[in-house]
Antibody, heavy 118, light 113 residues
Framework: EVQLVESGGGLVQPGGSLRLSCAAS????????MHWVRQAPGKGLVWVSR????????NYADSVKGRFTISRDNAKNTLYLQMNSLRAEDTAVYYC???????????WGQGTLVTVSS | DIVMTQSPDSLAVSLGERANIDCKSS????????????LAWYQQKPGQPPKLLIY???TRESGVPDRFSGSGSGTDFTLTISSLQAEDVAVYYC?????????FGGGTKVEIK
């Protein structure tokens, strides 16, 4: 069974940093693109970033480019999102998701809440 | 960036009746190499992550009830719930995976009338 478990969320002050983790199990982790998607309270889904199986290719939404860094450790079956220079508008539940066939996100974690506030 | 526009924002339908949700992309999401539309539909219930319903615009994900169907090509797409059930109350999102950023529509809230 595919499992994705996010961790690392919490309360951080504006300008601060946080690193999210997503522990994967039940599939061959390095065979898949992995994504981060966020959802502000009461709002819609927003794609944040993706990384390919060997970690050599990454893409970001304009809103986080230069501030967030996606990475992965295939030996640990773990996806990361390093978030720097956090802003109030980054407050959201952050989901990791597995990308299948370049076309669909079949498996999602339960999400981790990041709150940016003073 | 490809902008995804969903309509309506919310929809109230009687049990057993049909619900249609539209999604329009600002440019085509049809990939010429394989003739597939890189358009997916998700269902999200409160407190839960999204659940994939439809991919490639019209292919139902395994385990999804056949009352859910997707149609359309190019820039115009529709999700249809043929006979609304109580458990279908949720927010529905379309998403394009044609090019990054993989944008979502704004969501359509489906309720029981």
């Amino acid at each position: 069974e595919v499992q994705l478990v996010e961790s690392g969320g919490g309360l951080v002050q504006p300008g601060g940093s946080l690193r999210l983790s997503c522990a994967a199990s039940g599939f061959t982790f390095n065979n898949y693109w992995m994504h981060w998607v966020r959802q502000a309270p009461g709002k819609g889904l927003v794609w944040v970033s993706r990384i390919n199986g060997d970690g050599t290719t990454t893409n970001y939404a304009d809103s986080v480019k230069g501030r967030f860094t996606i990475s992965r450790d295939n030996a640990k079956n773990t996806l990361y999102l390093q978030m720097n220079s956090l802003r109030a508008e980054d407050t959201a539940v952050y989901y990791c998701a597995r990308g299948d066939d370049y076309s669909k996100f079949v498996s999602w974690g339960q999400g981790t809440l990041v709150t940016v506030s003073s | 960036d490809i902008v995804m526009t969903q309509s309506p924002d919310s929809l109230a339908v009687s049990l057993g009746e049909r619900a249609n949700i539209d999604c329009k992309s600002s440019q085509s999401v049809l990939h010429s190499s394989n003739n597939k539309n890189y358009l997916a539909w998700y269902q999200q219930k409160p407190g839960q992550p999204p659940k994939l319903l439809i991919y490639w615009a019209s292919t139902r994900e395994s385990g999804v009830p056949d009352r859910f169907s997707g149609s359309g090509s190019g820039t115009d797409f529709t999700l249809t719930i043929s006979s609304l059930q109580a458990e279908d109350v949720a927010v529905y999102y379309c998403q394009q995976c044609y090019s990054t950023p993989f944008t979502f529509g704004g969501g359509t809230k489906v309720e029981i009338k």
